[in-house]
Every structure is written in structure tokens, then in C-alpha cells.
């Protein structure tokens, strides 16, 4: 198979890191992609941080074989659970992840009071707390990992009843705690901004970290003089190892846009067509 050049790799447990890869072709639309979603996995917010190494491991393996030169850890779960395993496995392969977008939600607070939306998982990690440390000194952070969210926008449901229960059993007590900006911490949960301005009103901040990690994801493309010349669209790819189908179907609700979708299987902690 002929190797796409300066072919940037971007995984997630499912559709949530498309909120990422969304970004990256804004910014940047001359750059080949390809896009993992492991859906037979997903969630991963609810899975032993071990077992999220071995799938991020397996996937940068499988990326790097159809000739990725960067991958983007779209999915914060897999940023605290293995962006430095990774990193160190793979060098000199350049990596970007996640980091929840605490610190401009405490520079932006008029309140100092600010909700953060994650996983569990997100939540119980040294790499949140060291954020929490070094940037919220000051502000009361109020935290919830709105349990189904993650399910709900896997099924496509990004208004219905079930989805906006949820974010209303998250968001209406930070509001009457005074919280005046919201973070996303998961790369799924931008996908229901536009209900949570709803619930929360539009002058309450709502950040998305997905506009930041695309430009992070052009200084490293610049970095390693890996960034695609041009500005025609270039092609996509995307992989999943759940049901294609579904997958393209979720490309149309989340993207707007129609595109093949390949399928593979884990075997072994493998990766395989």
C-alpha cells in the first residue's frame, strides 16, 4: 500500500475525537488524515487505565504501519492514561493529546468558579491533578463526569430527553453554585454545546480545547517540517473497529460529510484488517 505523505494519525475511543479532527482540517486543509475510532472499546472513561495503554499502544502501532508521522491522542482518557508511554515507545514519532482546558477557564472566570466536564477517568489521574495544581489556585472547581453522556453521543443522540437529563443533572447545581465557565474534558461532550448553551445560557462560558490542540497540532507538524503544502482539501481515511455502518452514519450526523469506512479487529492486543 502506497504511503500517504505527512499523513497525520488522529485516535479515540469512538466519535468523540472527530470534535478534534474537525479543528485540524479547519486549520489545516492540505493534511492528509487518518481516523481511528475504537468502538469496539468505547467507552474508554470506564476501563482500567492499563487496559486504555494496551488499545492506545495497539492503535499507534496500526497508524504508524499505514504511514502516520504524527498521531493525535484525541481522547483524554488515553492522554493521562498513555500519552508519555507512548511518547517514549514510539520517539522520535511526534504525539499531541489531551489536557483538560483548566487554565484558560480560570483566566476567563469573572466568578472564580468553574465546572469541568471529564470521565472518571480524567478525573483520578496525576495528570489532572498536576492541571488542578498548577492552574486553579484560587478558583473552586466544580466536577462532574455526566455518567451516559459519553453512550448518548455515541448513539447520535446530541438533543433528545436522555442526553439533556444528563447535562441538566450536571450543570444546574454548578449554576447555582455561581459557576460563570464550563470546560470540556472530553472530546465527546463538544458535540452537545449547543444543548448545554441552552441549559447553562449563552453568557456562561463554554471551552472547548479542540481549537487550541489543532494549532498545537501545526507547531509540531511545522517542528518536524511535516506540514502539508497547499490548500485543497486532502483526503481523509477512517477506520473503525466497531460497525462501519454506524460509523458513517455518525459522520453524517457529526460532520455533515459522506466518507468509506474501513473495518479491522483486535487480536492479541493487535490491530488487524
Same mark, same amino acid.
Given at each position: 500500500?502506497?504511503?500517504?505523505?505527512?499523513?497525520?494519525?488522529?485516535?479515540?475511543?469512538?466519535?468523540?475525537?472527530?470534535?478534534?479532527?474537525?479543528?485540524?482540517?479547519?486549520?489545516?486543509?492540505?493534511?492528509?488524515?487518518?481516523?481511528?475510532?475504537?468502538?469496539?472499546?468505547?467507552?474508554?472513561?470506564?476501563?482500567?487505565?492499563?487496559?486504555?495503554?494496551?488499545? /492506545?499502544?495497539?492503535?499507534?502501532?496500526?497508524?504508524? +504501519?499505514?504511514?502516520?508521522?504524527?498521531?493525535?491522542? /484525541?481522547?483524554?482518557?488515553?492522554?493521562? +492514561? /498513555?500519552?508519555?508511554?507512548?511518547?517514549?515507545?514510539? $520517539?522520535?514519532?511526534?504525539?499531541?493529546?489531551?489536557?483538560?482546558?483548566?487554565?484558560?477557564?480560570?483566566?476567563?472566570?469573572?466568578?472564580?468558579?468553574?465546572?469541568?466536564?471529564?470521565?472518571?477517568?480524567?478525573?483520578?489521574?496525576?495528570?489532572?491533578?498536576?492541571?488542578?495544581?498548577?492552574? +486553579?489556585?484560587?478558583?473552586?472547581?466544580?466536577?462532574?463526569?455526566?455518567?451516559?453522556?459519553?453512550?448518548?453521543?455515541?448513539?447520535? =443522540?446530541?438533543?433528545?430527553? =436522555?442526553?439533556?437529563?444528563?447535562?441538566?443533572?450536571?450543570?444546574?447545581?454548578?449554576?447555582?453554585?455561581?459557576? =460563570?465557565?464550563?470546560?470540556?474534558?472530553?472530546?465527546?461532550?463538544?458535540?452537545?454545546?449547543?444543548?448545554?448553551?441552552?441549559?447553562?445560557?449563552?453568557?456562561?462560558?463554554?471551552?472547548?480545547?479542540?481549537?487550541?490542540?489543532?494549532?498545537?497540532?501545526?507547531?509540531?507538524?511545522?517542528?518536524?517540517?511535516?506540514? $502539508?503544502?497547499?490548500?485543497?482539501?486532502?483526503?481523509?481515511?477512517?477506520?473503525?473497529?466497531?460497525?462501519?455502518?454506524?460509523?458513517?452514519?455518525?459522520?453524517?450526523?457529526?460532520?455533515?460529510?459522506?466518507?468509506?469506512?474501513?473495518?479491522?479487529?483486535?487480536?492479541?492486543?493487535?490491530?488487524?484488517?
Amino acid at each position: 500500500m502506497k504511503k500517504t505523505k505527512h499523513l497525520v494519525g488522529v485516535f479515540d475511543s469512538g466519535v468523540g475525537g472527530l470534535s478534534v479532527l474537525r479543528e485540524i482540517r479547519a486549520l489545516l486543509p492540505a493534511q492528509p488524515v487518518i481516523y481511528f475510532a475504537d468502538q469496539a472499546n468505547v467507552p474508554y472513561g470506564i476501563r482500567q487505565l492499563e487496559e486504555v495503554r494496551t488499545f /492506545a499502544r495497539g492503535i499507534s502501532r496500526y497508524l504508524l +504501519a499505514s504511514g502516520a508521522e504524527l498521531i493525535v491522542v /484525541a481522547c483524554n482518557t488515553a492522554s493521562v +492514561a /498513555a500519552l508519555h508511554m507512548l511518547r517514549e515507545e514510539f $520517539a522520535p514519532i511526534p504525539f499531541v493529546g489531551m489536557e483538560p482546558a483548566v487554565k484558560p477557564a480560570v483566566e476567563q472566570s469573572l466568578t472564580g468558579k468553574v465546572g469541568v466536564l471529564a470521565t472518571e477517568a480524567t478525573f483520578h489521574t496525576s495528570m489532572y491533578a498536576s492541571v488542578v495544581e498548577r492552574f +486553579a489556585q484560587g478558583v473552586t472547581l466544580y466536577e462532574d463526569p455526566c455518567p451516559g453522556l459519553v453512550a448518548r453521543v455515541e448513539a447520535g =443522540d446530541l438533543s433528545g430527553a =436522555d442526553t439533556r437529563h444528563i447535562l441538566e443533572q450536571a450543570l444546574l447545581p454548578m449554576m447555582d453554585k455561581g459557576v =460563570d465557565t464550563i470546560v470540556m474534558g472530553c472530546t465527546h461532550y463538544p458535540f452537545v454545546i449547543p444543548l448545554i448553551k441552552e441549559i447553562v445560557g449563552e453568557e456562561v462560558r463554554v471551552i472547548d480545547p479542540a481549537p487550541a490542540i489543532a494549532r498545537q497540532v501545526k507547531r509540531v507538524l511545522e517542528a518536524h517540517n511535516l506540514l $502539508a503544502a497547499g490548500k485543497r482539501s486532502a483526503p481523509a481515511r477512517f477506520i473503525t473497529s466497531g460497525d462501519p455502518a454506524h460509523f458513517q452514519q455518525m459522520l453524517r450526523i457529526l460532520l455533515s460529510e459522506e466518507h468509506q469506512v474501513s473495518h479491522v479487529n483486535w487480536q492479541d492486543g493487535k490491530v488487524v484488517e
